[in-house]
């Protein structure tokens, strides 16, 4: 910003001073200048054009430079403009004052030539740069606020309908502690009689996490849909864990890492296959109200070790049980006083909602998770995922 096209509001009630001030100004540049004689025609002009930088005298009948300062400083749309008073010499302990109340400097009657160009300069160019910043900032914004919406996109929001011939009923939600997240939850039918379903979470957060939390999601989508292709045999989820791992770990300079549980059911028996990647362990919701963390320790998460291998794991639940899958971000969910929401409330959440649907559970838990928190800021993105196996023969039953 030159100095002609910086726009100032002189602000005095002497006419003298306005016109020496008008001549000085000129003198350095400054062509495009607005005088007035009060503090209320000042917040008039203020509030109808916008300024660069005002120039304030501080003793000034009706409304004074302490009352004009206040009243900008308070409106959202004006805060922002640098504020340079004016103020003879013995007024020194009132520049003081205004400075407190976020003046930008001051200048003592008689102006000195130099050091009027010095301080208008310096104020004028942290102005533009505090411009220059905001600008950026509300790009940044849009920027994530369109990085959030493409990462929710990704993740399913239709879920597969239950019905005889596909007896899952499934529900998920992720909600990220920063505009973009490192969590991640997928589920899909991978055959006629064949679920999968996973929740992961990347280490660290943001745009990194979550380009990484997008790469992980795809290997699994990919190397699952490889493996119908190419293989006639039952999906196997350590197998598949394998391949993705060795992928995550080519080119990851960084040491990113995700944890993930992947498992698949066999829809006609109830049977889930399963690797825990350093994952929190899921729990096994029983239709008769028991409800237990599963039996699976965690193996290393993904993107540590190449030549990492992962156990498959199987698990037998009957009909109407249900799983419910989260992320720590869940249970470690932290009160403003410092408390956490911890497994054993979730788990006592769970026992109580034994019967509810996937979508019902999964809103309990996190409408919990939000009241145990209050006010205070979200720490880790939130992840959770909740299915019931509902086999033909129980959803007839329910019906009757």
């Given at each position: ?311 498959t794991r199987t698990l ?13 971000g869940v249970f470690e ?68």
């Amino acid at each position: 910003m030159t100095s002609a096209e910086a726009a100032l509001l002189v602000v005095d009630d002497n006419e003298d001073n306005r016109y020496t001030l008008a001549r000085r100004l000129n003198r350095e540049g400054y062509k495009n200048l607005t005088m007035v004689r009060n503090g209320r025609e000042a917040l008039d002009r203020l509030k109808a054009q916008p300024f660069d930088l005002v120039l304030l005298d501080i003793m000034m009948p009706d409304m004074n430079g302490y009352e004009v300062l206040e009243q900008v400083k308070a409106t959202p749309a004006l805060r922002d403009i640098p504020i340079i008073m004016i103020s003879s010499l013995e007024e020194i302990e009132s520049v003081i004052r205004c400075i407190e109340l976020g003046a930008e400097d001051y200048l003592s009657k008689p102006f000195n030539p130099t050091l009027l160009r010095a301080r208008l300069g310096a104020s004028l160019e942290k102005k533009r740069l505090r411009d220059e910043i905001r600008k950026n900032m509300l790009r940044l914004a849009q920027e994530l606020q369109a990085a959030r919406a493409l990462q929710l996109a990704m993740l399913p929001r239709q879920f597969p309908i239950c019905s005889p011939s596909h007896p899952i009923a499934v529900h998920a939600v992720m909600e990220p502690a920063r505009e973009v997240g490192g969590d991640l939850y997928d589920c899909f039918y991978a055959g006629e009689h064949t679920f999968c379903f996973l929740v992961g979470d990347v280490c660290g957060k943001g745009a990194s996490a979550a380009m990484f939390m997008a790469r992980a999601r795809s290997l699994v989508r990919i190397t699952v849909a490889l493996w119908r292709e190419w293989r006639a045999d039952d999906l196997d989820p350590g197998e598949l864990l394998e391949a993705v791992n060795r992928e995550l770990c080519q080119d990851n300079d960084d040491c990113m890492f995700v944890t993930m549980f992947l498992g698949s059911i066999d829809t006609r028996s109830g049977l889930i296959s399963f690797v825990n990647a350093g994952h929190p362990r899921p729990h096994l919701v029983s239709s008769t109200g028991e409800t237990k963390q599963i039996d699976s320790k965690p193996a290393l998460p993904l993107g540590v070790r190449r030549e990492a291998r992962f156990q498959t794991r199987t698990l037998q639940i009957l009909p109407g049980d249900a799983l419910f899958v989260c992320s720590d971000g869940v249970f470690e969910a932290v009160n403003g006083k410092g408390d956490l929401f911890s497994i054993e409330r979730m788990g006592q959440l769970l026992r109580q909602a034994n019967a509810a649907e996937p979508r019902e559970m999964v809103r309990i838990i996190k409408d919990a998770v939000d009241a145990f928190m209050g006010t205070a800021s979200r720490t880790d993105d939130l992840t959770a995922l909740a299915l019931r196996w509902r086999p033909a023969e129980t959803a007839e039953r329910s019906i009757v």
